[in-house]
C-alpha cells in the first residue's frame, strides 16, 4: 500500500509524526508512506488552494516533502507532481491538534486535505485529537490516536461500500480528549452543532495603538446532540462521520418546487 500524509499544522508538528507512525503501521512492511505537508502552519484554510499564485515544494529528506500551501495544496502536489508515476491507495491527513467535531469541520485545513483526496477518488482520513482536561498535559496529547489510530482505519476501509459516485466518501475521525486506556470505543456520528457558542473576534492593540483582531473560538467542551460527534467525544469515544463535498441541502429541494 502507498499512503500519502498531510496536514494543516505545518510539517514540523508533533501530530504529523503521529500520523507517520500509523500510516507505517498501516502500509506494512512492503509498503510506502510518503509525506508532504504545509511548510508552516495552515489551520482554518478549510479547502482552500492556491488557485492565483504558484507554490514551492521542497524535498526535505527520502518521501518527505514542504509545499508552500494549504493541506488540500499539498495533496495535489503529492498526487500530481511528487508521486505523479505512482500510483496512491490511501490518502490521511492529520492527526490534528485539537478536534475538528462539529461546526470545526467547516473551517478546518485538516478535512480540506481529506476532501481534496475525496475529490480525486482516492480513500481519504482526517484524523484529529480532540484535547481537555484529561490530555491536555500529557506527554502525549494524542496517545489516544496514536493508539487506536490505525487499527480503527484497517477497521473502516474493511468495512466501507464500493464508491465509484461522483462525490467519494472522505471520513472525520475525532479522537476523544482522554488518555488511550480510556477509550471507550468508536461510535458512527452525524455532524454535531455547539449551541450558544461559536467563533469570535478578540480585539488587541499593538504598542502604536493600532487595533488587530485574533479569532477566538468557542467552548469546545460544549457537547453537541446525542449521536453527533462531539457528544461521543465528550463521553470518551471516537467519533467517525462519513462525509461527502456535495453541499446541497437535499431535505430542501421539494420544499421550494414552488418556485419553478
Known amino acids: 500500500m502507498r499512503i500519502l500524509i498531510t ?3 505545518g510539517i514540523s508538528a508533533p501530530g504529523l509524526e503521529i500520523m507517520q507512525v500509523i500510516a507505517a503501521e498501516l502500509a506494512g512492511d512492503a509498503g510506502e508512506v510518503w509525506c508532504v505537508a504545509p511548510a508552516f502552519e495552515q489551520s482554518g484554510v478549510a479547502h482552500k488552494i492556491s488557485y492565483t499564485h504558484p507554490m514551492m515544494v521542497t524535498k526535505l ?11 488540500a495544496d499539498c495533496v495535489l502536489a503529492g498526487l500530481h507532481d511528487v508521486l505523479k ?8 491527513s492529520g492527526v490534528n491538534r485539537g478536534n475538528n467535531s462539529a461546526e470545526n469541520a467547516l473551517y ?19 484524523l484529529s485529537q480532540y484535547l481537555g482536561p484529561e490530555n491536555f498535559q500529557m506527554d502525549n496529547p494524542f496517545e489516544a490516536a496514536a493508539v487506536h489510530g ?11 461500500p464500493k464508491d465509484d459516485g461522483d462525490y467519494r466518501l472522505f471520513y472525520n ?3 476523544p480528549p482522554c488518555p488511550a486506556a480510556s477509550v471507550r470505543g468508536a461510535k458512527v456520528t452525524t455532524q454535531g452543532f455547539r449551541r450558544n457558542t461559536r467563533f469570535s473576534t478578540q480585539p488587541h492593540f499593538s504598542p502604536s495603538g493600532r487595533k488587530f483582531l485574533w479569532i477566538q473560538g468557542g ?11 462531539a457528544h461521543a467525544n465528550l463521553d470518551n469515544y471516537i467519533s467517525v462521520t ?8 437535499h431535505d430542501m429541494l421539494g420544499e421550494l418546487k414552488s418556485i419553478e
Not at 529528506?61 to 493541506?71: I, L, V
Not at 490505525?150 to 466501507?160: F, K
Open 242 to 249: 462519513p462525509m461527502r463535498a456535495d453541499l446541497t441541502a
Open 150 to 160: 490505525a487499527e480503527l482505519v484497517r477497521r473502516i476501509l474493511a468495512a466501507q
Open 108 to 126: 478546518s485545513g485538516t478535512l480540506g486535505g481529506a476532501m481534496e483526496g475525496a475529490l480525486q477518488g482516492i480513500p481519504s482520513f482526517a
Open 7 to 9: 496536514n494543516d499544522d
Open 173 to 175: 475521525i475525532n479522537f
Open 61 to 71: 529528506g527520502p518521501r518527505r516533502f514542504a509545499a508552500e500551501g494549504s493541506p
Open 85 to 92: 508515476e505512482e500510483k496512491v491507495d490511501l490518502i490521511l
Open 219 to 229: 467552548d469546545q467542551q460544549v457537547p453537541t446532540l446525542p449521536g453527533s460527534d
